[in-house]
């Protein structure tokens, strides 16, 4: 079947992620640190165990940090990891300081310009930036060329740095707005998204609402990727908590730091977290529901009504 | 108005206020998350208040009632004249040369102003792993002026970082040029709860250039894993004023995020 389809796209989380993820993947990761983090479709690639994975992407948070907690990642290509204020992402960390996870650093902007090329359709992009670092000194052992400088044709004696386009096998962002067919609107800052959707194979987006075809098209500016670039609609409201959806939640900091609590113990403190909020929900509702329900997700909406 | 000091601050606040000092109301600052960020909107308070801020995750001059939690935190599109993506922040500002002032940080800064954000120890099978590079790298590549605020530990000012990050002048004054910089000598000023520290381009070294007050020389350098040269006279870092206090306090950082030793005498 054509990618490039205006079929109705809409499945719940487990078909899209039975349908189009798969062992040995590299799946593209959208959000940033608290914002727009795919969790919910997160949740289910670890319920549904795919691994093998690598996962890439600029910031990657507490979404990669639950699925290297689950042992399901043997890489990780970014610009960074971690949850800022809130900490490291204890498990990324650990599984990279005791070699159970390779690391291939770049930076945000090489990330999002591999992206960039990715959607493009060229096969590398040149970047300033980089050089002089050690970030070019060390590569993973999997990687099998990192990256490239050469002299400017243009400009003899100027060096530029090239780096290899990056196309993800699957990407799973979170979003405000979709339509059944896939056109995606991100509402507020859009991190490095863009450039990962259309640069991925296959996409699966989750949002807020899914809203007609004529909300589309009749705002078309603000339409941030057209239905060509999307495989899976899936429905589900709070789909980024803890983190937060910009316009609809706040994060929830008490959840974020709970879970911080338990990674940072490890061992069974974390497999228990994972067992009683991943693998013992049947559904990302379930998880919400264990959360705090109306009550504190009403909370979140209003404290993001707030800021607005 | 006659200025009013006051002596009752934390080593936290004089930091950020101290940095906001080195940003003019002309500039363009790329914010980071924490001090600098209380920093920036400090300075669009006070003394600068032409001063637009761009945020990595796609923010364009956002107008920020207060500090926000983190650089991707939803507050940080308010009011912006857009919200885009990492790649027009980072790509079409940093990289394209509009942004005059950016923030970093990191574990370890050495000599050179070269910042470790990415780990301890062997990359390949690190002692201890940080976050990694985010924007820094970027930023360092790219923009003319760095301004780094760091608590001052002998550890984290290493001779020479384990691992760079984001360069400063690498290893000497053409360390920039020689590696493919553009940005061949950009200025760096480290500021801590003990001194000020600024970058001489002709050695691509950092410099002692004013102490924090009722700091001595012999404590910068007891803290400091090489002995910064001595610029000119030592000065002290100028006090706050009870009106700054004030503007840092309830509007900058009002949920004391950031300023958690608020009442927390400088360490002297």
């Not at chain 1, 789909?239 to 879970?259: V, W």
């Not at chain 2, 709860?193 to 001595?216: A, F, H, S, Y």
């Not at chain 2, 000065?235 to 300023?259: Q, S, W």
Request: hydrophobic share 40%; proline share 5%; glycine share 10%.
């Amino acid at each position: 079947m054509s990618k490039v389809s205006k079929r109705v796209k809409v499945m719940s989380a487990q078909e899209a992620v039975e349908n189009l993820v798969f062992h040995g993947a590299i799946i593209g990761m959208g959000g940033q640190n608290v914002t727009r983090c795919a969790v919910a479709l997160a949740h289910e690639i670890i319920k549904q165990g795919k691994r093998d994975l690598t996962l890439t992407g600029c910031n990657l948070s507490i979404h990669m940090d639950l699925m290297v907690g689950a042992g399901l990642v043997k890489k990780c290509e970014f610009g960074l990891g971690g949850l800022g204020r809130f900490g490291a992402t204890f498990q990324f960390r650990r599984a990279i300081e005791e070699r159970r996870m390779e690391a291939e650093d770049y930076d945000h902007l090489t990330m999002v310009c591999r992206f960039l090329a990715g959607e493009m359709g060229i096969p590398f992009i040149p970047v300033r930036g980089l050089m002089g670092s050690d970030i070019l000194k060390y590569q993973a052992p999997s990687t099998k060329k990192k990256f490239e400088i050469i002299n400017n044709p243009w400009n003899q004696g100027e060096k530029v740095l090239l780096v290899p386009a990056m196309e993800p096998d699957v990407t799973i962002v979170h979003v405000q707005k979709a339509d059944e067919i896939g056109n995606v609107l991100i509402q507020g800052i859009a991190c490095h998204e863009p450039e990962l959707i259309r640069a991925s194979k296959t996409t699966i987006v989750s949002c807020e609402e899914i809203v007609p075809t004529r909300f589309f098209r009749t705002n078309s500016d603000s339409t941030t990727v057209p239905y060509h670039y999307i495989d899976a609609v899936v429905e589900q409201r709070f789909g980024a908590y803890p983190a937060a959806t910009t316009g609809y939640y706040s994060f929830d900091a008490d959840h974020i730091n709970y879970y911080q609590q338990r990674s940072r113990a490890g061992g069974e403190e974390y497999k228990k977290y994972l067992n009683e909020y991943v693998y013992g929900c049947e559904t990302f509702d379930d998880v919400l529901e264990k959360c705090g329900g109306v009550k504190r997700l009403n909370h979140l909406h209003r404290e993001m009504l707030r800021l607005m | 108005m006659e200025k009013v000091y006051s002596e009752n601050y934390s080593g936290d606040e004089l930091m950020a206020i101290e940095a906001s000092r080195f940003i003019k109301s002309t500039d363009t600052v790329i914010l980071g998350t924490g001090l600098p960020m209380v920093a920036a909107i400090f300075a669009q308070k006070t003394h600068a208040v032409g001063v637009n801020f761009v945020v990595e995750s796609g923010s364009i001059d956002p107008i920020l009632p207060f500090a926000p939690f983190t650089v991707a935190d939803p507050i940080i599109g308010h009011m912006a004249v857009r919200t885009g993506s990492l790649r027009e922040v980072l790509g079409c500002m940093v990289q394209r040369g509009l942004v005059d002032v950016g923030f970093l940080g990191g574990a370890e800064i050495d000599q050179f102003g070269n910042i470790n954000s990415t780990c301890i120890g062997d990359p390949q099978s690190p002692k201890v792993r940080f976050p990694g590079s985010g924007g820094a790298n970027c930023i360092a590549s790219c923009v003319p002026k760095i301004l780094i605020i760091t608590e001052h530990e002998k550890r984290r000012f290493p001779a020479k970082v384990q691992f760079i990050t984001s360069p400063g002048y690498i290893d000497g004054p053409d360390g920039r040029k020689k590696a493919g910089l553009k940005m061949a000598k950009p200025d760096i000023i480290v500021v801590t709860d003990l001194c000020v520290m600024q970058i001489n381009p002709d050695t691509g070294r950092l410099e002692l250039t004013k102490l924090m007050p009722g700091v001595t020389i012999d404590e910068v350098y007891k803290n400091t894993g090489f002995e910064p040269r001595l610029r000119g006279k030592m000065g002290e870092v100028e006090l706050p004023t009870e009106a700054e206090l004030k503007i840092l306090r309830e509007e900058v950082d009002p949920n004391h995020i950031y300023l958690k030793e608020f009442s927390k005498q400088p360490r002297t």
